[in-house]
């Protein structure tokens, strides 16, 4: 069997297992948070006038009918944008390796390296769309037609940056500082890859223009309103400012030296190991190398933050390991000299622009989140992931490429177990068995569930009155077809900007109030007073007490009189 057959089988394999893997989990574990934050912004009934979060709940509104703005429908549709700006890459990727180096078999190998790294990106939960998945669609696939743009030719370059222009635009609507930052870096590598004279840059931004445009005329409330309602609001009550960006970037560069170091000190004990005489010495630096390698992915894949693996400084660290070793070891006879490396790098100066932003892609797609870092970048592995088969590809090591296969094995492996074992807030996927609207639950979510179903019903709950959930849980609005009026009201620290939005809305009916864990406290009331025009004390009263799915907590239940 030949090595070209050999590398489609495994692919297929690996990528129809994780494919049945994925989708066999689409009916279970509905989480009541994230998810019911997006699900709720998703409904017709639900509030925009006076803005949200982004504008991805308008496009999806406006493109998306009604019974496809469910549960599983949302997650099919999450799955099959992103494979298919996962096959996008990986197809720029193989033309740019093929006109450059010659490389004209490296597709099955490139879209395996991608598609691990977006079977990555659901580690921890079955994912509905929402606007990290939106992000991932839009910058991916545009940065596809950008690496075009940039290493596919003369002849079709301003078509490469017309596409790139308008798929990356659409991520200013979707999450503004990641939007803002792809069209910088998009301006500067078509710049420095353009030779006629600045046409393929205009045409660039004249084609995300003509999207916003389009956008801003064709879609209401438009972007331009929606963004300066909103913004309005987010500067007064969220500390959403320039300082959690500039210490976003800080953290780029902080990973990224944290990462360096380390991956450097392998590759100098491999490479003092490659030129030692005596043989000991050789063995021990091999082994010294190995060790520092193992430590490192041990506490690396060790970490977990509320059942997420975090990988990005792993998968660099990989990177620029195999870096090291294409450069100084597979192909170095002596030590690389400065003019040597300065005349590499101008011969190859569009190839490393390409690798250098799928590197650095996950990080820009984080940007604009108060999420960590890492946790925000693990939805665009599949960039990552593409530099990384790049730089194995044109290493022309077959071990290296190789030891890159075990990497994406790995990633896909620890990603689907993460995905069951661990899903987010909830129990292993293969305990969901209990079927509430549609959705499998594990038994304490289906038996609270049931249980507010059944006070809701006693006490005569009708959904267009509307339902406040004090706090993280909208997608309980939404699992019982309300609204919360005003806007989605998130968490304590956002209170203030819910309040604020609540205030100017028309409210027609007052709402059933679920204060989770205690007591709606007097602080909360008093706000809600205000915003409403109401006296929360004498409008209300405290209908019903019962326990939440999380052990000891509990949950309580306001109606109005």
């Not at 996008?88 to 180096?101: D, G």
């Not at 990106?121 to 690496?147: C, D, M, T």
């Not at 490659?274 to 060790?302: D, E």
């Amino acid at each position: 069997m030949s090595i070209s057959l050999r590398m489609k089988l495994l692919t297929a394999v690996i990528i129809i297992a994780s494919l049945l893997v994925l989708i066999w989990g689409f009916d279970k574990a509905f989480d009541f948070t994230d998810a019911g934050y997006y699900l709720l912004r998703y409904q017709d009934n639900q509030p925009l006038e006076f803005g949200g979060h982004m504008y991805e709940h308008v496009l999806v509104r406006a493109v998306l009918p009604a019974n496809m703005r469910k549960v599983i429908p949302l997650r099919f549709i999450g799955l099959l944008i992103n494979l298919l700006s996962s096959v996008c890459l990986s197809l720029a990727i193989t033309n740019v390796l093929k006109r450059w180096k010659g490389l004209s078999h490296g597709f099955p190998f490139v879209f395996l390296m991608v598609f691990s790294g977006l079977v990555f990106s659901y580690a921890g939960s079955p994912s509905e769309l929402s606007y990290n998945s939106l992000n991932q669609f839009f910058l991916i696939s545009g940065s596809a037609w950008l690496v075009l743009a940039v290493g596919g030719g003369e002849k079709y370059k301003l078509l490469y940056a017309a596409a790139a222009g308008a798929m990356l635009s659409v991520c200013v609507l979707v999450k503004l500082p990641t939007g803002l930052g792809a069209a910088a870096i998009g301006s500067v590598m078509i710049l420095l890859s353009d030779k006629k004279r600045g046409w393929a840059l205009l045409i660039f931004w004249m084609a995300g223009a003509a999207v916003l445009g389009a956008v801003a005329l064709l879609l209401k409330p438009s972007f331009i309103t929606y963004y300066a309602n909103y913004y309005q609001y987010l500067s007064k009550y969220i500390i959403y400012d320039a300082d959690l960006l500039i210490k976003s970037l800080k953290d780029i560069v902080f990973i990224n030296i944290n990462v360096l170091w380390k991956a450097s000190l392998v590759i100098l004990c491999a490479r003092f190991a490659q030129i030692a005489r005596k043989p000991t010495l050789k063995v021990l630096l091999y082994y010294a190398a190995i060790c520092i390698a193992g430590i490192f992915v041990i506490l690396r894949t060790a970490h977990h933050m509320q059942g997420q693996m975090l990988m990005s400084d792993f998968i660099l660290f990989f990177g620029y390991v195999l870096c090291g070793y294409a450069i100084f070891i597979y192909r170095s006879k002596s030590p690389p000299t400065i003019s040597g490396c300065i005349c590499y790098i101008k011969d190859n100066l569009g190839y490393l622009t390409i690798v250098i932003m799928l590197v650095f892609l996950p990080y820009l797609g984080a940007l604009g989140s108060s999420n960590p870092l890492n946790w925000g970048a693990k939805f665009y592995y599949a960039s990552l992931m593409g530099g990384v088969a790049m730089i194995a590809m044109l290493s022309l090591s077959t071990k290296a490429q190789k030891l890159t296969l075990l990497l994406a094995v790995y990633l896909s492996v620890a990603g689907l177990f993460q995905y069951v074992q661990h899903p987010y807030r909830s129990q292993p996927l293969y305990l969901h068995n209990n079927n509430f609207r549609g959705i499998k639950y594990d038994y304490h979510k289906w038996a609270f569930l049931h249980q507010t179903e059944t006070i809701l019903n006693r006490y005569g709950f009708r959904a267009e009155q509307g339902m406040i959930a004090v706090y993280k849980n909208p997608g309980l609005a939404y699992l019982f077809g309300s609204f919360q009026p005003g806007s989605v009201l998130w968490s304590k620290e956002t209170e203030d900007l819910y309040f604020a939005i609540l205030d100017k809305s028309k409210v027609e009916m007052m709402p059933v109030i679920l204060s989770i864990g205690q007591e709606l406290s007097v602080e909360f009331s008093a706000k809600l007073n205000a915003a409403m025009k109401i006296d929360f004390y004498r409008d209300y009263h405290l209908t019903a007490k019962y326990p939440y799915y999380e052990p000891g907590i509990s949950v309580f239940v306001y109606f109005p009189n």
